[in-house]
């Protein structure tokens, strides 16, 4: 108990630090542009009602989910293949290394051509960009799987998905989730990208609606909800993750235990 106590003291004192920093500092701005953190939390309730948060909020949570988990699927599929052979690695590995090198952004245009302007555009966009750190992670993860494990399992005759699903994809489960981590937060971003482009509704688009007609105190609240929103999923995520790998911070724990 006194050690959860300290970790969610350790989690939000620095957030607090950050939030009376922000006060102090536009305390007496007179700047329309950088207005004062109490104008902008008076403005937030006004600006961020129900009725928004389904309208802007809940679409722009639907496309990130929908471009996370394909990127997930995807990423994982493709990273335990290639990472299983060593062929297909070699022979893939110059193309991976050539798209990864295109930032999604610049796609924008070129999927909009293909997939038009509406949700399908978005989610594309998402799991363009989420896709690569959880490819190239699963692969690392997948070849790191250790040999001796690998022939211990052929010698007792576990073969094909009781294999992949026991050794392998365990094995490389922390790889995995380091991985889904990264992709989060770029989701996040490609997601507010997406949205400024020939969007109805998301925050994206609300955002620069914001900014377009010179609302910046509502601007700023939409920053502070993408904030708060990137917040939560971190969380999310994280005890998503202490549950699927709940055995291998235990090991880690036993292993700085032992002499």
Known sequence: MRRALIHLLFVVALPAVLVVVWWLASDGSTNPFWPPLRTILKTFPDVWTADRLKTDVLPSVLRLSAGYATAAVVGVALGTVIGSYRRVRAVCEPVLEFLRAVPPPVLVPVIMLFAGIGDTMKIVV??????????????????????????????????????????????????????????????????????????????????????????????????????????????????????????????????????
């Not at 490819?135 to 399992?153: I, K």
């Not at 502070?224 to 995520?237: A, N, R, T």
């Open 126 to 259: 998402i799991a363009s960009g989420c896709v690569w750190p959880v490819l190239l992670n699963t692969v690392e993860g997948v070849r790191a799987v250790d040999p001796v494990m690998t022939e211990t399992a052929r010698s007792y005759g576990i073969t094909g998905v009781a294999r992949l699903r026991s050794l392998v994809l365990r094995s490389a489960s922390p790889q995995i989730f380091a991985g889904l981590r990264q992709a989060l937060s770029i989701g996040i971003i490609l997601m507010v990208i997406s949205e400024m482009f020939a969007a109805s509704d998301g925050l994206g688009f609300t955002i620069v609606q914001f900014q377009r007609s010179f609302a910046i105190p509502d601007m700023w609240t939409g920053i502070l909800v993408l904030g708060l929103l990137g917040f939560l999923l971190s969380v999310v995520f994280q005890v998503v993750e202490r549950r699927v790998l709940g055995w291998y911070h235990g090991l880690r724990a036993a292993t700085r235990r032992s002499p």
